[in-house]
């Protein structure tokens, strides 16, 4: 009882020490409390509606725990209200970057930062040690104020593409130990939405989200890997992990842990909040980055056709994907896996490719060539690999196949980038996990898979119109996506057939237009084969004269995973993208985003039989006003798309 007694008596004690500190979003509805006792535990409200209730956060050092029994020096509390400008304009040229952020400075040398915007929350350490650190474990755990539902993009292994289906589940009914890479969306009351992710990683492994049989997550990383065996020429085995997530400076800021909140759907895919997060472009000259459309050769098996010589991974193909790309101002083309001598030797071309007589004949066509290569060949002779490419004349790479997310391979990606930076080479990660802020530093980063995309058709039926909407709210709220769109051989459930060298699309073919607007991608491919884009020449004509970044971003209309409605503006001119699950469709939108004056609007709308024949479509041109107002019909599985350009 004496033991018991004194137990009480010091937990009261502690809690008497507790102090509460409390901070809002510039607007007022969003409102964390964090509460510092002997432990910090932090609670949010939108709308006073409470969303998150004593979660915890702590970084285990070994020999100390920052967060536990903390003692505060100071609290200050900061507003910044200002315009920020993206070198690459995924979503705008222009951001407002406006926030209130509380600063508790704690014993020893450690700070911990909220920031609150109007749509989201942010919290992250900092630390002030003058020795390496090591991390053996940072918590994040957060516990709901209710029995939400989550789109949980479900992993089996910490080694992992990111390239996973969105389960809809109650978050109690996932079973203590299911874990979920990032972002995650969490659909709490009142139309709350919270997509989860993380911003400005660095030198520190991916954050993973691990469920406990409760209305609660925990935080899950990779551990370093001290030793493995290589399998085959792109996987490792018999690996020897760490105790630890990471060994870093004692002075850093850690990642920021990402909490992007809205009340309107439409609202949530506007939010800009991973790129404000992240760190400054570290590049002194940008202008030679240029996004853009990109013809890609793998999706499509080299499938090309009324040709006089016979396709493969060879000079003539790829000069008539070249020749493809310059008839329809496509600035570049990508040479996949199969163009080296080997995977392993990607110093040499095959013996059936000139890669030097394909760089002069894109060049006096106007397209640049874009490399495909394994990840470890250019770890292991980073500088040698790219001066060879920039000697070439190549535009940028196509890096794939690091499957992984611990430290040394976040580091990989900033090494990387700043290697092709040096050398005025863009690079696109494939095989790759989620954006995490990275190219706002570096952004020569062009380009990011870590989704579920348009390739997986060629093995799965797993690429739904569905899933498409849903990536909108999920997926590319950490960033733009690779998702690889375009195809021109279309289906409707009924009639969809895997395959490997004539792969088709589930859903309409407005559907396949509709995503080069609603999908961010700054450098976005053409995915099918040249010869079914001349054979669909309107079609491809309409997509060829897409932008791939943008002034404006506007979302008409929305709802998770039913339906999108995307405008974008390009100087005058505006671009809109509609896409439907399953579920056919009528929409309108008023066009009170145009400007004075007329317009001439062209669409591309599901034909009368897009429902049985889901390449059918119908091109209507016409002229519209700020006034008008747009009727939007999509057939099940089905899309719609229009520029506007002033008269």
Same mark, same amino acid.
């Given at each position: 009882?004496?033991?018991?007694?004194?137990?009480?008596?010091?937990?009261?004690?502690?809690?008497?020490?507790?102090?509460?500190?409390?901070?809002?979003?510039?607007?007022?509805?969003?409102?964390?409390?964090?509460?510092?006792?002997?432990? *910090?535990?932090?609670?949010?409200?939108?709308? %006073?509606?409470?969303?998150?209730? =004593?979660? #915890? &956060? !702590?970084?285990? /050092?070994?020999?100390?725990?920052?967060?536990?029994?903390?003692?505060?020096?100071?609290?200050?509390?900061?507003?910044?209200?200002?315009?920020?400008?993206?070198?690459?304009?995924?979503?705008?040229?222009? *951001?407002?970057?406006?926030?209130?952020?509380? %600063?508790?400075?704690?014993?020893? =040398?450690? #700070? &911990? !930062?909220?920031? /609150?915007?109007?749509?989201?929350?942010?919290?992250?350490?900092?630390?002030?040690?003058?020795?390496?650190?090591?991390?053996?474990?940072?918590?994040?755990?957060?516990?709901?104020?209710?029995?939400?539902?989550?789109?949980?993009?479900?992993?089996?292994?910490?080694?992992?593409?990111?390239?996973?289906?969105? &389960?809809?589940?109650?978050?109690?009914?996932?079973?203590?130990?299911?874990?979920?890479?990032?972002?995650?969306?969490?659909?709490?009351?009142?139309?709350?939405?919270?997509?989860?992710?993380?911003?400005?990683?660095?030198?520190?492994?991916?954050?993973?989200?691990?469920?406990?049989?409760?209305?609660?997550?925990?935080?899950?990383?990779?551990?370093?890997?001290?030793?493995?065996?290589?399998?085959?020429?792109?996987?490792?085995?018999?690996?020897?992990?760490?105790?630890?997530?990471?060994?870093?400076?004692?002075?850093?800021?850690?990642?920021?842990?990402?909490?992007?909140?809205?009340?309107?759907?439409?609202?949530?895919?506007?939010?800009?909040?991973?790129?404000?997060?992240?760190?400054?472009?570290?590049?002194?000259?940008?202008?030679?980055?240029?996004?853009?459309?990109?013809?890609?050769?793998?999706?499509?098996?080299?499938?090309?056709?009324?040709?006089?010589?016979?396709?493969?991974?060879?000079?003539?193909?790829?000069?008539?994907?070249?020749?493809?790309?310059?008839?329809?101002?496509?600035?570049?083309?990508?040479?996949?896996?199969?163009?080296?001598?080997?995977?392993?030797?990607?110093?040499?071309?095959?013996?059936?490719?000139?890669?030097?007589?394909?760089?002069?004949?894109?060049?006096?066509?106007?397209?640049?060539?874009?490399?495909?290569?394994?990840?470890?060949?250019?770890?292991?002779?980073?500088?040698?690999?790219?001066?060879?490419?920039?000697?070439?004349?190549?535009?940028?790479?196509?890096?794939?196949?690091?499957?992984?997310?611990?430290?040394?391979?976040?580091?990989?990606?900033?090494?990387?980038?700043?290697?092709?930076?040096?050398?005025?080479?863009?690079?696109?990660?494939?095989?790759?996990?989620?954006?995490?802020?990275?190219?706002?530093?570096?952004?020569?980063?062009?380009?990011?898979?870590?989704?579920?995309?348009?390739?997986?058709?060629?093995?799965?039926?797993?690429?739904?119109?569905?899933?498409?909407?849903?990536?909108?709210?999920?997926?590319?709220?950490?960033?733009?996506?690779?998702?690889?769109?375009?195809?021109?051989?279309?289906?409707?459930?009924?009639?969809?057939?895997?395959?490997?060298?004539?792969?088709?699309?589930?859903?309409?073919?407005?559907?396949?237009?509709?995503?080069?607007?609603?999908?961010?991608?700054?450098?976005?491919?053409?995915?099918?084969?040249?010869?079914?884009?001349?054979?669909?020449?309107?079609?491809?004509?309409?997509?060829?004269?897409?932008?791939?970044?943008?002034?404006?971003?506007?979302?008409?209309?929305?709802?998770?995973?039913?339906?999108?409605?995307?405008?974008?503006?390009?100087?005058?001119?505006?671009?809109?993208?509609?896409?439907?699950?399953?579920?056919?469709?009528?929409?309108?939108?008023?066009?009170?985003?145009?400007?004075?004056?007329?317009?001439?609007?062209?669409?591309?709308?599901?034909?009368?039989?897009?429902?049985?024949?889901?390449?059918?479509?119908?091109?209507?041109?016409?002229?519209?006003?700020?006034?008008?107002?747009?009727?939007?019909?999509?057939?099940?599985?089905?899309?719609?798309?229009?520029?506007?350009?002033?008269?």
């Amino acid at each position: 009882m004496k033991r018991t007694f004194l137990i009480l008596l010091i937990a009261l004690s502690l809690n008497g020490f507790a102090k509460d500190y409390s901070i809002k979003s510039p607007n007022g509805k969003i409102q964390v409390t964090v509460a510092v006792g002997a432990q *910090i535990n932090w609670s949010a409200t939108v709308d %006073n509606h409470p969303i998150f209730t =004593n979660n #915890t &956060l !702590s970084v285990d /050092l070994g020999s100390s725990v920052l967060g536990v029994n903390p003692k505060v020096v100071s609290a200050k509390t900061t507003t910044v209200n200002e315009v920020v400008e993206p070198v690459v304009a995924i979503k705008s040229k222009t *951001i407002s970057n406006n926030y209130n952020q509380l %600063n508790l400075a704690f014993k020893p =040398n450690y #700070t &911990l !930062s909220f920031r /609150l915007f109007d749509n989201g929350i942010a919290y992250r350490f900092e630390t002030s040690m003058k020795e390496e650190i090591t991390v053996k474990n940072e918590e994040v755990g957060l516990n709901f104020s209710g029995d939400y539902s989550v789109l949980f993009p479900e992993e089996t292994t910490l080694y992992s593409h990111y390239e996973r289906l969105y &389960l809809d589940q109650k978050i109690s009914s996932l079973n203590a130990g299911r874990f979920a890479s990032l972002p995650t969306l969490v659909k709490a009351d009142n139309n709350i939405k919270i997509g989860i992710t993380e911003a400005d990683l660095f030198d520190y492994p991916c954050l993973f989200m691990e469920a406990t049989g409760k209305n609660a997550f925990k935080s899950k990383y990779p551990k370093v890997i001290l030793k493995s065996d290589p399998k085959g020429d792109r996987e490792i085995q018999n690996i020897q992990e760490a105790d630890y997530i990471a060994k870093t400076s004692g002075t850093r800021t850690f990642p920021w842990r990402v909490f992007m909140i809205s009340t309107e759907d439409a609202r949530l895919v506007e939010n800009q909040m991973v790129f404000l997060l992240s760190r400054e472009n570290k590049l002194k000259e940008t202008s030679w980055i240029k996004p853009g459309l990109v013809a890609w050769d793998w999706w499509n098996d080299n499938n090309i056709y009324g040709v006089d010589f016979k396709s493969g991974l060879d000079t003539k193909t790829y000069k008539y994907y070249i020749d493809f790309a310059s008839k329809n101002n496509i600035p570049y083309i990508i040479l996949d896996e199969g163009w080296t001598k080997s995977t392993t030797n990607i110093k040499e071309a095959n013996p059936n490719l000139d890669i030097k007589e394909l760089m002069a004949y894109g060049k006096s066509k106007n397209v640049g060539l874009i490399l495909w290569c394994l990840w470890n060949p250019i770890d292991a002779d980073m500088n040698g690999i790219l001066d060879i490419y920039a000697n070439w004349g190549a535009k940028g790479i196509k890096v794939d196949f690091m499957a992984r997310s611990e430290q040394y391979m976040v580091n990989f990606y900033e090494r990387a980038a700043k290697a092709c930076a040096d050398r005025q080479l863009l690079i696109d990660f494939h095989g790759a996990f989620k954006p995490s802020g990275m190219a706002r530093a570096y952004p020569n980063i062009i380009g990011h898979e870590g989704v579920k995309g348009m390739e997986n058709c060629k093995w799965s039926k797993d690429i739904t119109p569905e899933h498409d909407v849903t990536l909108c709210f999920t997926r590319m709220l950490a960033g733009a996506m690779d998702y690889t769109p375009g195809a021109m051989h279309n289906a409707q459930a009924v009639d969809y057939a895997i395959s490997n060298s004539n792969p088709m699309s589930q859903g309409t073919r407005c559907h396949q237009l509709a995503m080069y607007v609603c999908f961010d991608a700054p450098l976005q491919m053409l995915n099918d084969s040249p010869s079914n884009y001349y054979k669909e020449q309107e079609c491809t004509t309409f997509i060829c004269k897409m932008p791939t970044v943008w002034d404006n971003t506007k979302v008409l209309d929305a709802k998770v995973g039913d339906y999108i409605v995307t405008a974008r503006q390009k100087g005058t001119d505006w671009y809109i993208g509609a896409l439907t699950d399953w579920d056919s469709r009528s929409l309108t939108i008023d066009c009170s985003f145009l400007g004075d004056g007329n317009y001439e609007i062209e669409i591309m709308q599901d034909g009368m039989n897009a429902d049985k024949y889901a390449a059918d479509y119908k091109r209507i041109v016409k002229q519209v006003t700020k006034a008008s107002q747009l009727k939007i019909d999509m057939a099940k599985g089905g899309g719609w798309a229009a520029i506007i350009k002033k008269i």
